[in-house]
């Protein structure tokens, strides 16, 4: 009995030390921005409101124009689908706002059938594939880098994330997405990024 009691201490502090170290490397990613010369920038989508992006998704926009201004990439990619009741895709909505800013229209790439970053992503890097683009700058939220990257890796990206600096998302707020980011890191190394996706699709559609 008190071997067995040991073996599942030593699981349980193994797994707490595994989620602690994890939170330690998602919180360092969300500090370091990798912006680099790279061959197309993939701002990751959020919610929007009749065509016009949230403040989360603008901020992340926001972002991309800055480092297309600063000519690290000379393309866009736009992501996400619509939600039940939108009259316009996320990537549609981001879209429209690049081009309000300046941005030309041939150097934007819409993604428009993703519901997930992991399906946007995918879709992305499928059609990046056949223009011969493989090194990215991954734009999204601080706390989304670490999982960002290497669901790009998993595809065969090259991918460095570029996070927003003027995210709406803060304190408490910001702390729980850094906790849940922590989780699906930390299963997503185990069980890989693609099965981890399929696995939460399934749930949601029994829900």
Do not use: C
């Not at 201490?9 to 193994?14: C, E, K, T």
């Amino acid at each position: 009995m008190k071997l067995v009691f040991k073996v599942v201490a030593g699981l349980v502090a193994a797994v707490v030390l595994y989620l602690v170290v994890t939170f330690v490397q998602v919180w360092r990613a969300a500090e370091d921005d990798q912006a680099r010369p790279a061959e197309a920038i993939v701002v990751f989508g959020a919610a929007q409101y009749n065509g016009v992006p949230s403040p989360v998704l603008a901020a992340r926009l926001d972002h991309a124009i800055d480092l297309y201004r600063r000519e690290l990439a000379p393309v866009i990619v736009v992501t996400g689908g619509s939600q039940p009741g939108d009259r316009v895709t996320e990537a549609t909505a981001s879209a429209n706002y690049l081009i309000q800013r300046g941005v030309p229209d041939d150097d934007v790439l819409r993604e428009v059938s993703g519901t997930s970053s992991w399906q946007s992503l995918a879709a992305v890097a499928s059609f990046l594939e056949d223009r011969s683009i493989r090194e990215v700058l991954l734009v999204s939220d601080p706390f989304h880098a670490l999982r960002i990257r290497a669901m790009a890796s998993e595809l065969g990206l090259d991918g460095h994330p570029s996070p927003t600096t003027t995210s709406p998302i803060r304190g408490m707020s910001e702390a729980r997405y850094m906790a849940r980011e922590t989780v699906a890191v930390a299963v997503g190394r185990v069980i890989g990024f693609r099965r981890q996706a399929n696995i939460e699709d399934v749930v949601r559609s029994k829900a």
